[in-house]
């Protein structure tokens, strides 16, 4: 069974940075895909950026230029780079993953930009 575990969540003032980390396991084999989404109270679940094993990637809008995704394959671990961090990046981050066409989700970690 595939089991995520995201870290490095907290508390940030407007325009600091975080770097959040999600290793998998429960497979020796590699994820197809890992990524990151995020939800803010009251709102839906939104892509925030994925990366492939190819290494492609994808960003939302509201993240471009400010975040980036990075993977080691090997390890199964994702990272979340986040800078110039603004009150409204203000959520819960979940760590996702797509293994043999299934998609796993880790528990989610806190993040809080202060004004």
């Known amino acids: 069974q595939v089991q995520l575990v995201e870290s490095g969540g907290g508390l940030v003032q407007t325009g600091g940075s975080l770097r959040l980390s999600c290793a998998g396991s429960g497979t020796i084999f590699t994820f197809n895909s890992m990524g990151w989404y995020r939800q803010a109270p009251g709102q839906q679940r939104e892509l925030v950026a994925e990366i492939t094993r190819g290494e492609s990637t994808n960003y939302a809008d509201s993240t471009k230029g400010r975040f980036t995704i990075s993977g080691d394959f090997a390890k199964n671990t994702v990272y979340l780079q986040m800078n110039s961090l603004k009150p409204e990046d203000t959520a819960i981050y979940y760590c996702?993953?797509?293994?043999?066409?299934?998609?796993?989700w880790g528990r989610g970690t806190q993040v809080t930009v202060s004004s």
């Open positions: 996702t993953v797509l293994y043999r066409l299934v998609t796993y």
